[in-house]
């Protein structure tokens, strides 16, 4: 007999040790507590005032129940849907994996001369029609900053 639970098991590679993961999180904790965070977003430090964090100018130091609190009350799935046609793509939950280009780069290798440089409008158009053919592809960021295009269009 074949045991489903196993067929239907997801592929997964893991480095650390719970209680390695639980040192990470505690040490993680103690640096928003102690030392704390700079934030530049005059609503975000809002909101985090708001919350009971300690804000003084930009830093933010954050008691460890605040991000607790958080944590427990995040989503524990996140949907992102294609741009397209606005259909549900990526289930961000459990121990799902996407694979996915990076975003903005400020220089490319042209595949033609080997040379680098600023990265121009085709070359982005080009990355994005290359990536939409590639199944194991699950999304695609900008991949680049186009130079050759007003940069407010940019």
């Given at each position: 007999m074949i045991n489903q639970d196993v067929i239907n098991q997801k592929p997964q590679f893991r480095l650390l040790?719970?209680?390695?993961?639980?040192a990470?999180?505690?040490?993680?904790?103690?640096?928003?507590r102690r030392t704390g965070v700079s934030v530049h977003e005059p609503q975000a430090l809002d909101l985090l005032k708001k919350a009971g964090a300690d804000v003084k100018g930009d830093r933010v130091r954050i008691q460890p129940?605040?991000?607790?609190?958080a944590i427990r009350t995040a989503p524990s799935r996140v949907v992102l849907c294609d741009s397209r046609n606005g259909n549900p793509r990526l289930f961000l939950e459990d121990k799902n994996a996407y694979y996915g280009t990076g975003?903005?780069?400020?220089?490319?290798?042209?595949?033609?001369?080997?040379?680098?440089?600023?990265p121009l409008l085709k070359d982005i158009s080009q990355a994005a029609q290359l990536c939409d053919a590639l199944p194991n592809i699950d999304f695609v960021m900008s991949?680049?900053?186009a130079s050759d295009v007003p940069e407010e269009v940019s």
């Open positions: 040790s719970d209680a390695q993961l639980e990470i999180h505690n040490a993680a904790l103690e640096i928003l129940h605040l991000v607790e609190w975003s903005d780069t400020i220089a490319v290798i042209d595949y033609e001369t080997g040379e680098r440089r600023l991949m680049g900053i």
